[in-house]
């Protein structure tokens, strides 16, 4: 890439030296990026709610909602209900954080199973990854967490939810897909 604009900046100022162009290569790149140290909280700021805006969202509190709506209605593996009525998700526990580098949306959702023993808090965690990918019609990135000190085995939960490759062999399990499906299909 750099060495593209080099030769890009090169070929338009014919009559500039190698280091006159070094260094018009190097304010060009420094213009190119999406804040300096100096104001690199407002460039966030400014940069997520582009983001947010060219995806279709107002602001973050819309994509938050959006989240929030798809999670509720997913239901509990055991019981008849669904998580927002236990309690499981709340809008609370669903934050739009600031872009990563390559300008993906990043959502953290912090969930409160009903039990600290609960077996089926990693399905659940499943559950809402899944319902949410499914949601959205644009790629952002999820980070699923049980909500701190509310499990006996967050760490590890944590960690199999949030693992790209243990979701995709999770869900090649035609049985934990059923499970899964049957979790976050629409009421019709």
Known sequence: MFSYIKRKLSESDSG???NQTDGLLARKTEQMSLATESDDRMGIVIGKEALLQELGYKNASDLQETVYDALRTIRDPEKPATLEDLNVIYE????????TKSNVSVVRIEFNPTVPH????????????IKVERSLPHNIKLDIFI??????????????????????????????????????????
């Open 16 to 18: 500039t030296s190698a």
């Open 118 to 129: 609960c077996s089926l808090a990693t399905l659940i965690g499943l559950c809402i990854r």
């Open 92 to 99: 609370d526990g669903i934050s739009v954080m600031p872009p």
């Open 147 to 188: 909500k701190k000190g509310m499990h006996n085995t967050e760490d590890e939960i944590n960690k199999q939810i949030n693992d790209k490759e243990r979701i995709a062999a999770a869900m090649e399990n035609p049985n934990l897909r059923e499970l899964v499906e049957n979790c976050i299909k629409d009421e019709e």
